[in-house]
């Protein structure tokens, strides 16, 4: 423990390195034969050194085991396969055809993962990506979900709109559906083809 040649002690300073669990460890100060002691000034400076390098001791602890706590929970909250994001393409005719994404919501995790689709856009066209909200808001009568069929004769009847109104079409056809019953997991995204200039 003591360098090579530094020959025999005289004197051992030991002052514990307390963190909130207990002792964290000793800080040694140690002088050679034939030096002076330790004096006053020289134990105030190990104490305080010795507290410092404790508490320093137990806010790396603590950061460790938080670092690790956010690990497993941002770990839990990650989906095992990405989910299925629905979209449907509306043409300028009323044709609604299904478009399967995989992927996340923008913005729902800071650490999302993404899939890749490729749609073409002519002039009138749109595409609505939504979330199972939409579908899967239950009317208050018997329970019975809006579903996929109602939502494509939503879209077909706003064929043509831009996208606002197409979305604003939607909401009311879900808001009828829901008949005035709570209902908040929808969002709603719609693009289309820009008009050639």
Do not use: K
């Amino acid at each position: 423990m003591l360098p090579p040649g530094f020959g025999p002690p005289s004197m051992v300073l030991v002052s514990p390195l307390l963190s909130a669990g207990g002792s964290a460890g000793a800080l040694l100060l140690i002088r050679r034969a034939g030096r002076a002691g330790f004096d006053w000034r020289d134990v105030e400076l190990a104490r305080e050194f010795a507290a410092r390098a404790g508490a320093a001791l137990a806010t790396a602890d603590l950061h460790a085991e938080q670092a690790h706590l956010a690990r497993v929970l941002q770990a839990s909250l990650l989906p095992p396969e990405l989910p299925t994001v629905p979209g449907m393409l509306v043409t300028a005719d009323g044709t609604v055809t299904p478009v399967l994404v995989g992927g996340m919501p923008v913005g729902a995790l800071t650490v999302a993962r993404f899939a890749e689709a490729r749609v073409h856009l002519d002039p009138g066209d749109l595409l609505l990506a939504y979330t199972n909200g939409v579908t899967e808001a239950r009317g208050p009568r018997d329970g019975a979900m809006f579903g996929a069929a109602r939502l494509r004769a939503a879209l077909a009847s706003a064929a043509g709109q831009p996208p606002a109104a197409l979305i604003d079409r939607v909401l009311q056809a879900v808001d009828d559906w829901l008949d005035g019953q709570a209902h908040d997991d929808i969002a709603m995204r719609a693009v289309c083809a820009s008009t050639p200039v």
